[in-house]
């Protein structure tokens, strides 16, 4: 593998996102063969996560649908090929307005605010809505990624469900899902077992239910031996449950997931060159053709994304801490033991497909990095580097 990634970077360049298709439909199959076990199970990948078009295209082979939260994501894919009813959109802070346009696209709406309820169902009561309710549950690997606890701006509250049915009531509109998303990185399956038993709850109040659709947030491992979300055992558990509400509803629901790091977080490594090899009194700097600008979750999360040294694999390893071209502090790992780095050396950064090119930017007016594809064996570029064309295309130049 080392070699074709070196290869993928004398071909394309670096800084350069290279995604393997096999992991991607291995890991849906993963979660699919999870919960076998109920009638009907759907998948809507979300989009966020890593939104080019030619991985959109993927995942509608696998048959998935999209969870989105834009306008521009439903209409991504939609021109990936998807069929406006596999695509749910998610929004939060939103206008009327944009939830009205993508509704008029045929695309299935959630809804996690009363006064935007109440707007949408008095204008358009023949549309079907989903509620996204907001269980109280804290979970999460971080503060920014827990969005299911009491101070959190997502869903509506389980204690507002009075209101709820009040408005449902007084202007006739369909609720047809209830839709819970508790936040990114949870470990513990007891937390999901716990949180699924309130959107039951809330679930039992509403008579025109299609699905259910309990969000995602797995956490996946990011270096060998890391714990992850047993998604096996949650599928068992949460399947049996799962068909033993739906026997005391009286209809078989579609569960549905809207995962996205699950999906393609390991699927993705980021390759970097090392610009150069900075010895300082206290530290040995690898510092990369790239920064916080391509792949920002480092500084943003603390997360800690695994780096190999693919141009010299079998080096005896040193102390690094790699870095990046920001003109700010830009550190990508502190203190991280690799494989010997030269001038020049490729380095592989793992779990890089979730969260990483779609949260990149153009700050330092740098471009944003290519994007590979490997599919069937065969490495596609999917995006093209930018160009200072790119950089410039929006904006206007006035007469000074
Ligand atoms: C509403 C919603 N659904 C799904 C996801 C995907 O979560 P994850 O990437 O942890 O699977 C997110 C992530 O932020 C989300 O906000």
């Not at 804290?138 to 009491?150: C, E, L, Q, R």
């Amino acid at each position: 593998m080392e070699q074709k990634l070196l290869d993928i970077a004398t071909e394309y360049g670096s800084p350069i996102y290279v995604y393997n298709a096999d992991t991607i439909i291995k890991q849906y199959q993963r979660l699919t063969n999870a919960f076998k076990d109920v009638p009907s199970l759907k998948l809507n990948y979300a989009v966020k996560a890593l939104s080019n078009i030619s991985v959109l295209k993927l995942f509608k082979t696998l048959e998935s649908g999209l969870d989105t939260v834009s306008l521009q994501e439903v209409l991504l894919g939609l021109k990936a090929g998807f069929d406006p009813s596999a695509i749910i959109y998610t929004p939060n802070g939103v206008s009327l307005e944009e939830i009205e346009e993508v509704a008029a696209l045929g695309v299935q709406i959630n809804i996690d605010n009363l006064a935007i309820l109440e707007q949408f169902g008095s204008k358009h009561p023949h549309i079907p809505v989903c509620i996204r309710i907001n269980p109280h549950v804290m979970a999460g690997g971080n503060t920014n990624i827990s969005v299911g606890h009491i101070d959190s701006k997502f869903g509506i509250s389980i204690h507002q469900i009075p209101h709820l049915l009040r408005i449902v009531d007084n202007t006739g509109m369909r609720i047809n899902g209830i839709h819970m998303h508790t936040g990114s990185d949870i470990l513990d399956i007891d937390v999901f077992l716990y949180a699924s038993e309130i959107l039951f709850e809330t679930a039992a109040h509403f008579k025109d239910l299609e699905f259910t659709d309990f969000g995602s947030g797995f956490k996946v491992p990011y270096k060998d031996g890391d714990i992850e979300t047993d998604i096996e055992e949650l599928g068992q558990k949460l399947s049996l449950r799962f068909n033993s509400f739906c026997k005391d509803y009286g209809k078989d629901l579609t569960l549905a997931f809207e995962p996205g790091k699950f999906l393609v977080s390991e699927a993705g490594v980021f390759l970097t060159k090392v610009n150069s090899v900075k010895q300082t009194t206290s530290t040995v700097f690898a510092q990369v053709d790239s920064g916080f600008n391509h792949l920002i979750r480092p500084m943003l999360y603390g997360s800690q994304h695994e780096i190999l040294n693919v141009s010299n694999p079998t080096g005896k390893e040193r102390f690094y801490s790699v870095v990046g071209y920001i003109c700010e502090t830009d550190t990508f790992a502190n203190n991280r033991r690799i494989a010997e780095i030269r001038e020049g050396d490729v380095l592989c950064f793992k779990n890089a497909g979730a969260y990483c090119f779609s949260m990149a930017s153009n700050y330092n007016s740098r471009y944003r990095p290519a994007e590979v594809l490997i599919y069937n064996g065969e490495s596609h570029l999917i995006r093209k580097r930018e160009s200072f064309e790119d950089l410039v295309q929006n904006q206007i130049e006035i007469p000074l």
